[in-house]
């Protein structure tokens, strides 16, 4: 056996069988190299055997057929249920860290990504490298500290000192610090904007750090999954380097500006400023102090009503102009090549219509070729931007926002648009027995689309609050795709 080959199978040991079509000279073993080294040669040969087949679900063998529309916390809850899916996520949040961020350094928010491709890391030993990364891009300097006690430890993280680089292999640790370094000099640079660090995400910096240097979100994407061998396919909805905002309009004709006022008002929080100057450098303004929106998920039962329904969701421009910008063409790619589309449970006005009102999304969806689900998770509750829905109403506002022209209105004859029946959109809704939002099965099912009523996990300690989990998603899932033969 020559050095070559040692070589491979060395590799293939220390990555634990983990297959990866797209490794990088950041690949990461998740084991020690000394307990890789010490392995037998018969377990060498025995890694080389084909492996035993297992009897896996269709959504664990073919996970990579499906694209997921989410958003942050919601779309966690369930995406190890599709750990090779193509998830797309927008890029519109203006809460917690990212609110910081955008603020001083503008660009597109990247909170959700961040969470998402934590998420997504491949599992490993408490002992490992990997998990030591995923430690530190997942911690967040606590929300109780004091500036200047945020400012000592993020001095320590970024000079190397800090425990949270215990573990980590000196070529990665050298790797991230210098992202970090280079988020702390544009800091640097824009010091009159008193950027605090109180309640910051490590990951959110380095993320942000890397969009910066390279002029891409994608290309922050890729390097942070290099480093952490994770093969998830992210997509931001929109591929862009300014600071994106959105906007709902109310039935009662009000305008409520920015993903953090519309789904969870702080009394504190101070908007942040938009970027019409320059992308990574947003117009100048020192007035106000720094805030950085401290958001509990759990505050979200705690709301102050919308004084009217959400009638649409817009993205508009910093003088509050509506613009139509144009969606990733990765996100239209897998709408027209995979097989089964998850509208994700989450908020549905800040989540998951960021990545429908654009141009071009519903043609993609509803002429796809290649599309034989269309799956809606519905939430088990309702919460500020969707009080008092049904599930007739998400599926009604969620054909609706398809169906509506993001362009401006052309002058003269033929302006003719194709309107989708709702079946185009939505084939299926899962729902979960003794959830708070009311389905109508015999409306929805005129409506051309299936129900599939699920039980919630005995194990649930939600207090009578049922909740959607990946192994119920899965399992449901399983059971429409088991009607395609070629799934």
């Not at 983990?18 to 950041?26: M, Y």
């Not at 009662?252 to 101070?270: L, Y």
């Not at 969806?365 to 269309?374: D, F, P, W, Y």
Request: net charge negative; charged share 20%.
């Amino acid at each position: 056996m020559d050095s070559n080959t040692t070589s491979s199978l060395t590799l293939s040991i220390q990555r634990d069988g983990i297959d990866s079509p797209g490794s990088s000279v950041f690949d990461l073993p998740i084991h020690n190299s000394t307990q890789a080294l010490q392995t037998s040669n018969a377990d060498t040969l025995a890694s080389l055997r084909p492996p035993v087949p297992h009897h896996h679900e269709p959504t664990s063998l073919n996970s990579d057929s499906f694209v997921l529309i989410s958003g942050g916390t919601g779309g966690n809850a369930i995406c190890t249920a599709f750990p090779d899916a193509c998830y797309v996520l927008p890029v519109s949040d203006d809460g917690g860290s990212s609110s910081e961020i955008i603020r001083v350094l503008g660009g597109p928010s990247v909170g959700d990504i961040r969470s998402r491709l934590v998420r997504l890391i491949p599992p490993a030993p408490a002992s490992s490298p990997l998990n030591a990364i995923r430690t530190l891009f997942a911690y967040r300097l606590p929300h109780y500290y004091s500036e200047r006690q945020a400012r000592e430890e993020w001095r320590d993280i970024i000079e190397g000192r800090s425990p949270l680089w215990n573990g980590i292999p000196t070529d990665r640790k050298e790797t991230i610090r210098g992202f970090l370094v280079y988020f702390e000099s544009e800091i640097l640079r824009r010091a009159h904007k008193n950027f605090t660090f109180v309640n910051g995400s490590i990951g959110n910096y380095f993320i942000a750090a890397a969009q910066g240097f390279f002029r891409s979100l994608p290309s922050a994407i890729f390097l942070f999954s290099s480093i952490t061998n994770s093969q998830a396919n992210i997509l931001p909805v929109i591929v862009t380097n300014h600071t994106v905002t959105i906007a709902a309009e109310m039935e009662n004709g009000e305008r409520i500006v920015g993903q953090c006022d519309i789904s969870h008002p702080v009394a504190t929080a101070q908007a942040p400023t938009i970027n019409v100057v320059d992308e990574w450098s947003p117009s100048d303004d020192s007035k106000g102090q720094a805030t950085n929106v401290l958001f509990g998920a759990q505050s979200k039962d705690q709301y102050e009503p919308l004084s009217s329904r959400i009638s649409r969701l817009l993205y508009i421009n910093a003088y509050g102009i509506e613009i139509h910008p144009s969606p990733n063409p990765d996100y239209l790619l897998s709408l027209r090549t995979s097989k089964v589309l998850v509208y994700s449970c989450g908020s549905l006005w800040t989540s998951i219509m960021p990545c429908l009102a654009l141009q071009g999304v519903a043609s993609a969806i509803a002429r796809s070729g290649s599309l034989q689900a269309k799956i809606l998770l519905l939430n088990s509750k309702n919460d500020r931007e969707t009080a008092g829905y049904t599930a007739v109403d998400y599926i009604q506002a969620i054909a609706r926002t398809l169906n509506t022209q993001y362009q401006h209105q052309p002058y003269g004859l033929g302006n003719a648009q194709t309107m989708y029946p709702i079946s185009a959109f939505i084939t299926d809704l899962i729902h979960l027995r003794g959830g708070a939002v009311v389905v109508d099965v015999d409306r929805i099912t005129a409506l051309g689309v299936r129900c599939t009523e699920v039980d919630p996990e005995e194990d649930d300690e939600s207090n009578g609050d049922p909740k959607l989990s990946a192994n119920i998603v899965r399992r449901a899932v399983n059971g429409i795709v088991v009607r395609f033969s070629d799934f």
